[in-house]
């Protein structure tokens, strides 16, 4: 079943469940827009064995499907894009768009806070996000305004904009009319606190500030080998000897002064008995 839903999000989405749907500025159509660009039954669409077929009611403007002019029974498909006048439709069958989304889910968004805290919702699409049951997102929460605000996911680029709500909506801490969401990006809207969660993203690792850096020094000349000392010829070894281990000469004087009275004794006594035997 297709819906209909308002590229400038003037209202909510209307799903087309009549056999028979009209659009244009009467007051009886099934869609009544207030716009000079439209005539008073400008289109209609009609349901049959499961297909709609749009068709122009002569108009003045003309109705457009995907920018080319259409006539009458032109066969509609999810994501056709409707032009009459200045109004812009968008044509979204939830369960085509829902089975090709869950394919290979990316994007989440968790209630950190409020009602259905824990829960996470799968993004996909267009998810309007208030307190009217017709929200995908629907909270109770009395802050919350009936259209409070529109997540969109087109291209792998998540994207939240405000619906004229009461309260605002609050991206990270700061209000915001429409924002590029990021992962780990967190929304506030009344009490109602929504984490992004999305793709994960390849970043480069950051180089270790504290890892040694080995860097390549100056290159220096080999260091050069000193000559070999010359061998002396044959020395006299008593010589060598006193050379290796001299004596040092206030050893040698302690040596003779204690010497002194020992030799002084000896010439004493050599005198007396030389003197003894020249009396006898």
């Known amino acids: 079943m297709l819906r209909i839903h308002f590229v400038d999000n003037r209202q909510a989405p209307i799903w ?63 994501e056709d894009r409707v032009r009459l006048g200045s109004l812009e439709l968008l044509l979204v069958d939830p369960a085509r768009s829902k089975a090709r989304a ?28 208030g307190r009217s049951v017709k929200c995908e997102l629907c909270f109770g929460d009395a802050e919350l305004s009936r259209r409070h605000c529109e997540f969109f996911l087109k291209d792998d680029v998540l994207e939240v904009k405000d619906l004229a709500s009461a309260n605002g909506v609050f991206v ?14 967190q929304v506030r809207m009344g009490s109602v606190l929504l984490l992004v969660i999305g793709p994960k993203v390849e970043v480069a ?6 890892a040694t850096v080995f860097m ?33 000469p206030v050893e040698a004087a302690a040596t003779v ?8 004794g000896v010439l004493v006594v050599g005198l007396l008995i030389a003197l003894g035997l020249t009396l006898f």
């Open 16 to 78: 087309l469940v009549e056999e028979r749907f009209t659009l244009g500025q009467d007051s009886r159509n099934n869609l009544a827009v207030d716009d000079s660009g439209l005539s008073a039954f400008h289109a209609e669409v009609r349901q049959e064995n499961g297909q709609y077929y749009l068709s122009d009611c002569d108009s003045a403007g003309g109705t457009f499907v995907n920018d080319e002019r259409i006539g009458s029974r032109y066969q509609l498909r999810s």
């Open 102 to 129: 869950e394919v290979v889910p990316r994007w989440f968004l968790q209630v950190l806070k409020g009602e259905h805290e824990g829960k996470k919702f799968h993004v996909h699409g267009s998810m309007t996000f």
């Open 172 to 185: 990270n801490g700061q209000k915001a009319a429409t924002a590029v969401l990021q992962p780990g990006d």
């Open 205 to 210: 690792q950051a180089e270790d500030e504290d």
């Open 216 to 248: 390549r020094a100056i290159d220096l000349p080999p260091p050069s080998k000193a000559p070999a000392a010359a061998q002396p010829g044959n020395l006299n070894p008593l010589r060598a000897t006193a050379q290796a281990a001299p004596v040092a």
């Open 257 to 264: 002064n204690r010497m002194l009275p020992l030799l002084i």
